[in-house]
């Protein structure tokens, strides 16, 4: 069983940079695809980045501002994001390939 511990979410002015990171435990993730999803209300859980043997894919929204990246030593996925925007408002949840495993979601939120 894997559990994920997701930090880094809070509220920031548009134009702004927020990190988030995601730790996982329990049993070894290094051979697993790892990532991000986000939920904003009203719309369905969409991805945002996913990384695997240091192969990224990003959605085309976030591309040329956001940055996944990954430490397999601490099995930690993270997302630096810059130049948010309001629309990337959302719950961001930590994914982790095959069962899969997500985590409880960590909520950023972009002003205007």
């Known amino acids: 069983q894997v559990q994920l511990v997701e930090s880094g979410g809070g509220l920031v002015q548009a134009g702004g940079s927020l990190r988030l990171s995601c730790a996982a435990s329990?049993?070894?993730?290094?051979?697993?695809?790892m990532g991000w999803f986000r939920q904003a209300p009203g719309k369905q859980r969409e991805l945002v980045a996913i990384i695997t043997s240091g192969r990224t894919n990003y959605a085309d929204s976030v591309k040329g501002r956001f940055t996944i990246s990954r430490d397999s030593a601490k099995d930690t996925v993270y997302l630096q994001m810059n130049s948010l925007k309001v629309e990337d408002t959302a719950v961001y949840y930590c994914?982790?390939?095959?069962?899969?495993?997500w985590g409880q979601g960590t909520q950023v939120t972009v002003s205007s």
């Open positions: 994914y982790v390939s095959n069962t899969p495993y």
């Open positions: 329990g049993s070894s993730v290094s051979l697993n695809t």
